[in-house]
Nanobody, 125 residues
């Protein structure tokens, strides 16, 4: 089992910045960590992911150049630095962990095994 706790959400004006954190505990092996978001009435969508060994990253086109995912192995924490925020970034943001030994690390929710409870990000215009 992996427990994930997200923090750092809040209300910010358009153009502003926020940094989300996701602290992981439980089993130590992780293939990758990801961030997803879900707006009211919409499906959960991929934001970014990072492989835990090597630090390779992937991003959704909608956040490229504005968001940065990073990880701190010593703290078992993954971060999402969000800049130039837009009202359409408003959503509940979820952290997720992929603990599989092999396979793709990508944008599908099905590739992640454990999820946090989410943190609300609201961007006002």
């Amino acid at each position: 089992q992996v427990q994930l706790v997200e923090t750092g959400g809040g209300l910010v004006q358009a153009g502003g910045s926020l940094r989300l954190s996701c602290a992981a505990s439980g089993r130590t092996y992780r293939r990758a960590m990801g961030w997803f978001r879900q707006a009211p009435g919409k499906e959960r969508e991929f934001v970014a992911a990072i492989t835990w060994i090597g630090g390779s990253t992937i991003y959704a086109d909608s956040v490229k150049g504005r968001f940065t995912i990073s990880g701190d192995n010593a703290k078992n924490t993954v971060y999402l630095q969000m800049s130039s925020l837009k009202p359409e970034d408003t959503a509940v943001y979820y952290c997720a962990a992929n603990v599989r030994l092999r396979g793709a690390v990508g944008p599908s929710v099905n590739e992640y095994d454990f999820w946090g409870q989410g943190t609300q990000v609201t961007v006002s215009s």
